[in-house]
Nanobody
């Protein structure tokens, strides 16, 4: 079993920056990728970015060029968010797998 704990959310003005962190503990030996997802109020959860154990990264078009994912894709993953927009407001959750595991989420609020 894998436990994921996120930190770093908060309130920021539009145009500002925030950094999120996620730490994995437990049975992490099989993990080969970690990712960030987000869910805004009244919307479905959407994928934000992924980092694989080889270091390759992928981003949703909505955050490309503004967000950067980093980490070892085994027990730590980070998300640097720059040029934040009000539409980035959501609960951001860390994901790791296999096996699929989720963190509890951290709130990011961007004011206009």
């Amino acid at each position: 079993q894998v436990q994921l704990v996120e930190s770093g959310g908060g309130l920021v003005q539009a145009g500002g920056s925030l950094s999120l962190s996620c730490a994995a503990t437990g049975s992490i030996f099989s993990i080969n990728a970690m990712a960030w997802y987000r869910q805004a109020p009244g919307k479905q959860r959407e994928w934000v970015a992924t980092i694989a154990s080889g270091g390759s990264t992928n981003y949703a078009d909505s955050v490309k060029g503004r967000f950067t994912i980093s980490g070892d894709a085994k027990n730590t993953v980070y998300l640097q968010m720059n040029s934040l927009k009000p539409e980035d407001t959501a609960v951001y959750s860390c994901f790791a797998g296999p096996p699929p595991s989720w963190g509890q989420g951290t709130q990011v609020t961007v004011s206009s």
